[in-house]
T-cell receptor, first 113, second 115 residues
Framework: NAGVTQTPKFQVLKTGQSMTLQCAQD?????MYWYRQDPGMGLRLIYY???????DKGEVPNGYNVSRLNKREFSLRLESAAPSQTSVYFC????????????FGSGTRLTVV | AQKITQTQPGMFVQEKEAVTLDCTYD???????LFWYKQPSSGEMIFLIY??????QNATEGRYSLNFQKARKSANLVISASQLGDSAMYFC????????????FGPGTRLSVLP
């Protein structure tokens, strides 16, 4: 009954380093999402995957790449981290719109120095 | 395009009193869902309540109710009998039926419950 498992919970990177945020869901949902949360700006969509094998850009995709490895897993990669990518990242999954809400992972607090 | 507006960056309420958090939205989708999420200081996002655009009655979940006024495009969250544990950020969000079916979130309202 884990729902959405997101790792790591915390990470500090140096500018220019790369890392991958992992997300896995056991809810058998087709749709998965990556959001970033910054103070005063709510949650902004980075990338999403409507189904296995498909990915699409959201509102703020620059500097990120994603992989939908299978139905369960959706990873977010920062190839060359920048201080502007300091944020809290959330993975989420959902059933069909419009009457299914998101189930969120616990979040990753990323600091780029 | 869809947009959520939450005009109250911060709110204070006395314990045991009711409070209303405002949310207005804009969409061209004929069918959509409206959601409220709570984010306590621990950081997780907790689903509170859902309202469908064609639902005839306002949604209620325990102490939470949604005052849905479709013509005004508003979906205000009402918390009755506030508790200290209600202190958190509250996000209004919506989701339409268009391709992508993605959520759009408002900037949030920080609620502080005073003892």
């Amino acid at each position: 009954n884990a729902g959405v498992t997101q790792t790591p919970k915390f990470q500090v990177l140096k500018t220019g380093q790369s890392m991958t945020l992992q997300c896995a869901q056991d809810m058998n949902h087709n749709s998965m999402y990556w959001y970033r949360q910054d103070p005063g700006m709510g949650l902004r969509l980075i990338y999403y995957s409507a189904s296995e094998g498909t990915t699409d850009k959201g509102e703020v995709p620059n500097g990120y790449n994603v992989s939908r490895l299978n139905k369960r897993e959706f990873s977010l990669r920062l190839e060359s981290a920048a201080p502007s990518q300091t944020s809290v990242y959330f993975c989420a999954t959902s059933g069909q719109a419009p009457n299914y809400g998101y189930t969120f992972g616990s979040g990753t607090r990323l600091t780029v120095v | 395009a869809q947009k959520i507006t939450q005009t109250q960056p911060g709110m204070f309420v006395q314990e045991k009193e009711a409070v209303t958090l405002d949310c207005t939205y804009d969409t061209s989708d004929p069918s959509y869902g409206l959601f409220w999420y709570k984010q306590p200081s621990s950081g997780e996002m907790i689903f509170l309540i859902y309202q469908g655009s064609y639902d005839q009655q306002n949604a209620t979940e325990g102490r939470y109710s949604l005052n849905f006024q479709k013509a005004r495009k508003s979906a205000n969250l009402v918390i009755s009998a506030s508790q200290l544990g209600d202190s958190a950020m509250y996000f209004c969000a919506m989701r339409g039926i268009n391709y992508g079916q993605n959520f759009v979130f408002g900037p949030g309202t920080r609620l502080s419950v005073l003892p």
